[in-house]
């Protein structure tokens, strides 16, 4: 079964609009590869944190702020796809 992708934001942050970017970009990047990506409000302030089948990824207080994309993507891959290529995203 393909992974699920879980991007749980804090509301009271206005971090809506983040979360679902960052939904498009997997969706967009690892169409064959993933079965869905949710996005969870949650009811921790300040909590951002992005899960694979319920192992945590990314956790914006761990890293201090937020990855961009492609470091994301990267992340992402690494769980979801090993050997796929990123393209211009793999990069330096």
């Known amino acids: ?3 699920v992708i879980t991007i749980e934001y804090c509301p009271k942050c206005n971090w809506l609009l983040r979360a679902a970017y960052m939904a498009q970009e997997i969706l967009s990047t690892f169409v ?3 079965q869905s990506v ?3 409000p949650s009811a921790t302030g ?3 944190t ?3 089948d319920e192992a ?3 956790d914006r207080k ?3 702020g937020f990855p961009e994309i492609k470091e ?3 992340k992402i891959r690494d769980v979801v796809h090993p050997g796929k290529d990123l393209g211009h995203a793999d990069k330096h």
Do not use: A, H
């Open 38 to 40: 949710t996005l969870v």
């Open 46 to 48: 300040g909590r951002y």
């Open 50 to 52: 992005i899960s694979i």
């Open 62 to 64: 761990e890293y201090g």
């Open 72 to 74: 994301l993507k990267q």
């Open 56 to 58: 945590i990824v990314f």
């Open 1 to 3: 079964m393909k992974p």
């Open 32 to 34: 064959e590869d993933v």
